[in-house]
């Protein structure tokens, strides 16, 4: 006799020095593993978790988005109180919500957001700072920062921006915001969102765009390697500590599906 089941949203939030990503591996520590682990001590069996995407080990979230599907009498009220009690301080469930049976977290997903944190301060290097930044504690040339990230927006091949690419997908993105902002008294914040991004694409981009406002690069590099046409390479990738995935965004009916136009 089959049992009742309901499909719940999560919106997580994890401490990424915490963990080797989110994707589960073996004998490594995974947000993916922890959440999969809380819900067996609680349902008593294995269920899995789907991600709306990978994250790489030492990147943070506070707006992952995951699945799982647990028998009925389960609220969602209920399965957020649970998961909180048992789950390792690293991770917290912000929120659960019912969902169709047809919703997929990653292939669902029509946007994501990104933020990088950058601590140009000295006292960006507290430990209780530097866990959640990159604590380069100097001086950046913001409007530098920021005429290369106006670069970014629309349709682009992020190709020299990716460690490695989707081949059957390509490397073409479609940026709908970048931008740089101040940070509170410790440094600055760079914000991005697209339909989808390249293994490592972010940190690349705020690797190079920090050269560039510390004018170790040239402004107009920026332009040549989005155009592909040139042997100009990026900078190297900024550290993960400093990166958050902050939002994933679904149709507001889940029938409309993504769209890469």
């Known amino acids: 006799m089959t049992h009742p089941e309901t499909r719940f949203k999560l919106t997580l939030h994890y401490d990424g020095a915490a963990f080797r990503g989110w994707q589960l591996q073996p004998g490594a520590a995974t947000a993916q593993g922890a959440i999969e682990e809380a819900l067996a001590r609680l349902t008593g069996e294995h269920r899995t978790v789907l991600g709306s995407g990978r994250t790489d080990t030492g990147v943070h979230a506070t707006?992952?988005?995951?699945?799982?599907?647990?028998p009925a009498p389960w609220t969602a009220t209920e399965l957020a109180r649970a998961l909180?009690?048992?789950?390792?301080?690293?991770?917290w469930v912000r929120d659960i919500e019912p969902v169709p049976d047809g919703f997929h977290p990653r292939y669902g997903a029509?946007?994501?957001?990104?933020?990088?944190?950058?601590?140009?301060?000295?006292?960006?290097?507290?430990p209780f700072h530097r866990r959640w930044c990159w604590p380069l504690c100097r001086p950046l040339d913001l409007e530098a920062a920021n005429r290369a990230a106006r670069l970014?927006?629309?349709?682009?091949?992020?190709r020299a921006f990716a460690k490695s690419g989707q081949p059957q997908r390509g490397y073409v993105c479609r940026v709908s915001n970048a931008r740089w902002r101040p940070w509170k008294d410790?440094?600055?914040?760079?914000?991005?969102?697209?339909n989808r991004f390249l293994h490592r694409m972010v940190r690349y981009l705020v690797g190079?765009?920090?050269?560039?406002?510390?004018?170790r690069r040239r402004e107009e590099e920026m332009?040549?390697?989005?155009?592909?046409?040139?042997?100009?390479?990026?900078?190297?990738?900024?550290p993960p500590q400093g990166l958050f995935l902050t939002r994933v965004e679904y149709p507001a009916d889940p029938a409309d599906g993504p769209s890469d136009e």
Do not use: C, W
Not at 84 to 91: D, K
């Open 208 to 215: 190079t765009m920090v050269e560039i406002a510390r004018g």
């Open 110 to 126: 029509i946007s994501r957001s990104y933020e990088y944190r950058i601590g140009t301060a000295p006292h960006a290097a507290s």
């Open 84 to 91: 909180n009690a048992v789950l390792p301080g690293t991770i």
């Open 63 to 70: 707006g992952q988005v995951a699945t799982v599907t647990v």
């Open 223 to 238: 332009a040549l390697l989005l155009s592909g046409d040139t042997d100009l390479r990026t900078s190297r990738p900024a």
């Open 186 to 194: 410790l440094g600055v914040v760079f914000e991005i969102s697209a």
């Open 152 to 158: 970014l927006p629309g349709k682009h091949a992020f």
